[in-house]
């Protein structure tokens, strides 16, 4: 082998693929300096074809050096495994030696388990064998007789001549958790919204959870069986604008602007909150906030912030460290969060302290730019205080997002809440600086040419890197993805295909230069499982865009919902599906917040949008896409006729009346899929869509606010329509 043919090697044992083709079927080879900079990025020296080769050679030989690797995934149909199988690499002066084994179960209130393996027995097989350094190794394949139960157990081994190694057995079930009813075939439906479009009687600017909460509350009313939300996780203090919620600073915690100032417990005994609320001037600015048809989230975080910081004082002051009813709960909550929610308090406090310096962690004076640095722990006992205080913020935007899940549950949803997993962090927020080993440096993630993104997309935010996730034993997704199931009955990861592989750009090159990488796939589906089945979580997998072949087919067997568009789903001749033809396992929609209304495509307003902001590159592709779209119209028309939902509608794109919304969510009713979701903008024939994919300043992304408040839904014409609709065609299944 050539070190030329070493430096491939590398890339593939790496995940790197050497070639793919876009949406279009353009076969694209990835360049020698894309390999390079994504195998450099996680860790492994290939500058050079020589350096190339000795990391390959190192990670062979470090493979046979060590008794077990890191991780182990295994799956099992009941909840557990009679016994522990197990390969062994040990070195030839221990073939006739007795392997030492530990293992710590999850959970477990005794000691560990320990025993000893003779490696001459007769349940002892060879599997492979290899000389590193003039000395001989074995691979064996044995078993440990002990059994797992589904979780995290740790297992140490020994054996004369080799080093003593650590390995997490990771026990898992074959398939995600759906409820009962849904598996007896169930269908349940229910609304989506962008959580901070809300209005409210009681309006704080943007919506927030006490608006949540009277939405679950009259959605279960009218017979609702699932609740959708945009991802709440955690954004930017500092940046308040920074406002896309697939973007955020943390998945692993919640946006405090979401709490409800009213409804949180120190209010009532707060003086210096009241002197703010009684001031002069702030019921005018409260008041302005509310009336807006756009979200000035300058002016929320200016109205809410000296609010919570005058709560969390009156917490301090009355519960902190008092054994309180109250303070017993938020350290309940601080030992359940652990290390994550004191390193996220610390970040935001830090961000606080050096917003002068820059938005990054990389602008901060060094010695903060790691989280285990001497000065960070130093500052953090300096400012305890501080970093209580966001602390704080979490526990209570966590006892608020549980009433609303209560209130879902107690009205008879049978999934309830179904939460928006963004697909990674903001460079410049505090999960990366959290996990900087395990970001890949120098490359972004995006997506290959498609019809919507003739260029391809950068995304911007640094991927994980495969190598360490599986060497740490999945413990930040594993994280990620129970933050994610906290308070929520399904969770909905976007781009599920990034847990098989996700398309890396280097840094400064184009979307078309950048290349397939591959994932541990089986074993984070083992992960993704597990939780599941912890959480009583259904998972939903946004699979939109370029999807290999097999991989729906694969998610349907993990009892994974598919993410079926009305849009979207179409022939090879462009007409679209008719209602038998969705599978059952998926959550089916019109469109998304990253796609027009059904009034705003059906009028080609969203064309218009983008025409305006020069998204087209020239009038002629204009023209063809509102060529095009009177053609969907067509079909459309057409297609609602042949399925019996036929309605009167001459196509010119005029404002579509009620009867013809009505139609097309009945057509999505009579689907077998087990999700329906209803966007509230099409129940209130809103006309701008949440997002225009591709703007940032261009146009006001993410501040959008429906024009009716919540608890006026119910008297809403069109609202009381569609419920009565949908409550007819998918009657609500008990909770399971």
């Given amino acids: 082998m050539t070190e030329r043919?070493?430096?491939?090697?590398?890339a593939r044992r790496a995940g790197v693929s050497p070639e793919y083709w876009d949406a279009f079927g353009t076969h694209a080879v990835v360049p020698e300096s894309t390999k390079r900079a994504f195998l450099t990025g996680m860790g492994m020296a290939a500058g050079d074809d020589v350096a190339a080769a000795r990391t390959l050679a190192a990670l062979e030989a470090d493979g046979w050096r060590r008794l077990a690797p890191p991780c182990l995934v295994l799956r099992c149909e009941a909840e557990g495994l009679d016994r522990l199988p197990l390969v062994v690499s040990v070195p030839e002066p221990a073939r006739d030696a007795v392997l030492d084994w530990r293992i710590e179960m999850e959970g477990a209130t005794e000691g560990p388990q320990t025993g000893h393996l003779s490696l001459t027995g007769p349940d002892v097989t060879e599997v492979g064998a290899a000389d590193l350094d003039g000395q001989g190794v074995r691979r064996l394949s044995l078993a440990l007789p002990v059994a797992l139960p589904w979780g995290y157990h740790t297992v140490w081994l020994s054996a004369p001549g080799a080093t003593a190694t650590r390995t997490v057995v990771i026990v898992a079930p074959w398939r995600c958790y759906l409820p009962p009813a849904l598996e007896a075939g169930g269908r349940v439906w229910g609304p989506s919204v962008q959580v901070y479009a809300l209005r409210g009687r009681d309006d704080w600017g943007m919506g927030d959870f006490a608006d949540l909460r009277h939405l679950a509350v009259e959605s279960a009313h009218e017979g609702a069986?699932?609740?959708?939300?945009?991802?709440?996780h955690a954004l930017f203090p500092t940046r308040p604008r920074h406002a896309s919620p697939y973007s955020p600073s943390s998945r692993l915690f919640l946006n405090p602007l979401y709490i409800h100032i009213p409804a949180v417990p120190e209010l009532a005994d707060s003086d210096s909150a009241a002197a703010i609320m009684e001031a002069a001037g702030f019921r005018d600015r409260l008041?302005?906030?509310?009336?807006?048809?756009?979200?000035?989230y300058d002016g929320v975080h200016a109205l809410k912030r000296p609010l919570l910081e005058a709560l969390f004082e009156t917490f301090a002051a009355r519960h902190l460290g008092q054994d309180t009813p109250r303070d017993r709960a938020f350290q309940a909550f601080r030992a359940d969060r652990g290390r994550p929610l004191r390193l996220f308090a610390i970040h935001e406090a830090l961000a606080e302290t050096f917003a002068d310096h820059g938005h990054c962690h990389r602008d901060w004076p060094a010695e903060y730019g790691q989280p285990d640095a001497p000065a960070v722990a130093r500052f953090a006992e300096e400012n305890a205080h501080r970093?209580?205080?966001?602390?704080?913020?979490?526990?209570?935007?966590?006892?608020?997002?549980?009433?609303v899940s209560d209130a879902a549950a107690q009205g008879g949803m049978t999934v309830g809440l179904y939460h928006d997993l963004a697909l990674g962090a903001d460079t410049t927020g505090a999960d990366i600086w959290m996990n900087q080993d395990l970001v890949v440096d120098g490359v972004a993630v995006g997506a290959p040419p498609d019809p919507m993104n003739l260029k391809g997309q950068n995304w911007g935010f640094p991927p994980l890197n495969p190598v360490r996730l599986r060497e740490r034993a999945y413990d930040i997704f594993v994280e990620v993805v129970r933050a994610g199931m906290r308070h929520a009955g399904a969770l909905r990861i976007d781009h599920v295909l990034g847990l098989m592989r996700m398309f890396w750009i280097p840094l400064r090159a184009e979307a078309r230069d950048g290349?397939?990488?591959?994932?541990?796939?089986?074993?984070?589906?083992?992960?993704l499982a597990l939780e599941s089945h912890r959480q009583r979580c259904v998972v939903i997998?946004?699979?939109?865009?370029?999807?290999?072949?097999?991989?729906?087919?694969?998610?349907?067997?993990?009892n994974i919902l598919s993410y079926r568009l009305f849009y979207f789903e179409r022939h090879l001749d462009q007409s679209l599906k008719h209602p038998a033809e969705y599978p059952a396992k998926a959550a089916v929609a019109v469109g998304t917040h990253d796609l027009p209304t059904l009034r705003g495509f059906w009028t080609g307003h969203d064309l218009a949008v983008k025409n305006d902001i020069h998204l087209f590159p020239s009038r002629e592709s204009y023209d063809r896409e509102r060529e095009t779209r009177a053609q969907d119209r067509g079909r459309i028309l057409g297609t609602l006729a042949e399925t019996g939902c036929g309605v009167g509608d001459d196509g010119s794109g005029a404002a579509p009346s009620g009867a013809l919304i009505d139609a097309i969510y009945g057509f999505m009713a009579a689907t077998p899929s087990m999700i329906l979701l209803l966007q509230l903008e099409d129940a209130l024939e809103e006309l701008e869509q949440a997002n225009v994919p591709g703007t940032v300043e261009e146009h006001p992304n993410w501040r959008r606010r429906l024009s009716v408040a919540v608890e006026d839904l119910p008297a809403h014409p069109r609202f009381a329509a569609l419920t009565a609709l949908l409550r007819e065609a998918r009657p609500r299944p008990p909770r399971g």
């Fill in 5 to 10: 043919d070493e430096l491939e090697a590398l």
């Fill in 225 to 232: 069986g699932v609740l959708g939300i945009n991802p709440l």
């Fill in 287 to 296: 008041d302005a906030l509310a009336a807006g048809d756009l979200i000035d």
């Fill in 387 to 403: 970093v209580a205080f966001h602390e704080y913020l979490q526990f209570e935007a966590d006892r608020q997002l549980a009433h």
């Fill in 515 to 527: 290349g397939y990488v591959g994932y541990p796939f089986d074993e984070m589906l083992a992960v």
């Fill in 541 to 558: 997998g946004e699979d939109l865009g370029t999807v290999p072949d097999g991989f729906r087919e694969r998610m349907a067997e993990e």
